[in-house]
């Protein structure tokens, strides 16, 4: 994916003096939200933070370029960030902004190299919003510079950037038709990608940490609504199954529900034996 520039934080700090986890900690200090390059002779890749938290990251390796994304590319960068020869930069972006194109990073080849001098962009973004389509277009020169990227969400236009040769990205929904206009009349290629994926988000963090009681100031919230919830769901428990006259037939629902759910919200899973309630 071509991805932005924001607004230069660092620029071309050495690996071989930075402390990248320091420089990490004073990140999440700041409630920083942006983009980390890091660059090595033959590796490269982005880490996205939003808000402090690393959400999301891409990494490219070897001679070859493969391409990796996720947990496993952030700890491949952090690991490279301790060797001598590679550089850092940093660049600020909005936490909508970094959340877009980080959630944008699993996706798949939809159309590759199509040319304006025989696809119209403009029907192609009509038949994009029929299918209701999900993903983004990168938009390059005849010549294969980048011009920007178009994102989609459900078919509709959700987001936009241009990348001018010097200066940051420039950001802009409402400039989305002057582009397209731009782009099929200067003459442009472009490749279409369906997203397949979602952010590392950080609440799947918080979950985990409320899980192993780990997260501060929010435990003993924790422990006084647990006993209220449990009478809840014992009343409704008892309701449910008097009305009815089919003892346990609460408990089916509920595990029903939560079955349904615990894609979206694992801790929820009741098969998994980690919780209960009252008189079952």
């Given at each position: 994916?071509?991805?932005?520039?924001?607004?230069?934080?660092?620029?071309?700090?050495?690996?071989?003096?930075?402390?990248?986890?320091?420089?990490?900690?004073?990140?999440?200090?700041?409630?920083?939200?942006?983009?980390?390059?890091?660059?090595?002779?033959?590796?490269?890749?982005?880490?996205?933070?939003?808000?402090?938290?690393?959400?999301?990251?891409?990494?490219?390796?070897?001679?070859?370029?493969?391409?990796i994304i996720g947990q496993e590319a952030?700890?491949?960068?952090?690991?490279?960030?301790?060797?001598?020869?590679?550089?850092?930069?940093?660049?600020?972006?909005?936490?909508?902004?970094?959340?877009?194109?980080?959630?944008?990073?699993?996706?798949?080849?939809?159309?590759?190299?199509?040319?304006?001098?025989?696809?119209?962009?403009?029907?192609?973004?009509?038949?994009?919003?029929?299918?209701?389509?999900?993903?983004?277009?990168?938009?390059?020169?005849?010549?294969?510079?980048?011009?920007?990227?178009?994102?989609?969400?459900?078919?509709?236009?959700?987001?936009?950037?241009?990348?001018?040769?010097?200066?940051?990205?420039?950001?802009?929904?409402?400039?989305?038709?002057?582009?397209?206009?731009?782009?099929?009349?200067?003459?442009?290629?472009?490749?279409?990608?369906?997203?397949?994926?979602?952010?590392?988000?950080?609440?799947?963090?918080?979950?985990?940490?409320?899980?192993?009681?780990?997260?501060?100031?929010?435990?003993?919230?924790?422990?006084?609504?647990?006993?209220?919830?449990?009478e809840i769901l014992s009343k409704a428990?008892?309701?449910?199954?008097?009305?009815?006259?089919?003892?346990?037939?609460?408990?089916?629902?509920?595990?029903?529900?939560?079955?349904?759910?615990?894609e979206e919200f694992t801790f929820l899973?009741?098969?998994?034996?980690?919780?209960?309630?009252?008189?079952?």
């Amino acid at each position: 994916m071509i991805f932005p520039r924001g607004e230069v934080l660092h620029r071309s700090l050495s690996t071989a003096f930075t402390d990248f986890p320091a420089l990490l900690s004073t990140l999440k200090t700041g409630d920083f939200s942006g983009i980390i390059e890091i660059e090595f002779p033959e590796n490269k890749g982005v880490i996205f933070v939003d808000s402090g938290e690393i959400i999301n990251g891409e990494a490219r390796i070897g001679a070859d370029s493969k391409r990796i994304i996720g947990q496993e590319a952030i700890q491949t960068l952090m690991t490279l960030s301790n060797q001598k020869d590679g550089v850092i930069n940093i660049y600020r972006l909005s936490p909508e902004r970094v959340a877009i194109v980080a959630s944008n990073l699993q996706h798949e080849v939809l159309f590759e190299g199509l040319s304006t001098d025989f696809t119209r962009l403009d029907r192609l973004l009509l038949k994009l919003r029929e299918d209701k389509h999900n993903g983004f277009i990168e938009v390059l020169t005849k010549e294969h510079q980048a011009m920007g990227v178009l994102f989609l969400e459900g078919g509709e236009p959700v987001e936009m950037f241009t990348t001018p040769e010097s200066g940051p990205s420039v950001f802009g929904r409402k400039s989305i038709p002057i582009f397209v206009e731009n782009a099929i009349k200067q003459g442009a290629i472009f490749d279409v990608y369906r997203s397949q994926g979602k952010i590392l988000k950080k609440e799947i963090k918080e979950v985990k940490e409320v899980k192993e009681k780990k997260v501060p100031g929010r435990s003993g919230e924790l422990k006084e609504l647990i006993p209220i919830l449990q009478e809840i769901l014992s009343k409704a428990g008892k309701l449910v199954d008097g009305a009815s006259r089919k003892k346990g037939l609460f408990n089916k629902i509920f595990k029903e529900s939560l079955v349904e759910r615990s894609e979206e919200f694992t801790f929820l899973d009741p098969f998994a034996g980690e919780f209960d309630y009252r008189e079952g």
